[in-house]
Nanobody
Framework: QVQLVESGGGLVQTGDSLRLSCAAS????????MGWFRQVSGKEREFVAA????????DYADSLEGRFTISRDNAKNTVYLQMNSLKPEDTAVYYC?????????????????????WGQGTQVTVSS
């Protein structure tokens, strides 16, 4: 019962930065945990980052090497993904996802199956 819209993608060069935004509407009064995933054509959607409703817990894919930061502003119903030192291998469609937070979320947040709602995605292209 929540709608998600990603924005902020674009074409950048290696080493550049981007900040993606995910705006939520609908049943935004629920306690949604949020995640960012990315997908390249022909490959499975892979975990990037996750954040709990409170923002006190976050997690990242090991492959990011500390370059990305997830954050949220519940007053604005928005979650962000700050991407620094971008590399060509970061090129993908980035998707925002949401699920009503529950104990089951902890330990499963890295899986696409943990989320009930998804945005349409925003393209990030990093030229080499």
């Amino acid at each position: 019962q929540v709608q998600l819209v990603e924005s902020g993608g674009g074409l950048v060069q290696t080493g550049d930065s981007l900040r993606l935004s995910c705006a939520a509407s609908g049943r935004t009064f629920s306690n949604y945990a949020m995640g960012w995933f990315r997908q390249v054509s022909g490959k499975e959607r892979e975990f990037v980052a996750a954040i709990t409703w409170s923002g006190r817990q976050t997690d990242y894919a090991d492959s990011l090497e500390g370059r990305f930061t997830i954050s949220r502003d519940n007053a604005k119903n928005t979650v962000y993904l700050q991407m620094n030192s971008l590399k060509p291998e970061d090129t993908a469609v980035y998707y925002c996802a949401a699920v009503v937070e529950s104990p089951a979320y902890y330990g499963t947040h890295y899986s696409t199956q943990a989320y009930d709602y998804w945005g349409q995605g925003t393209q990030v292209t990093v030229s080499s």
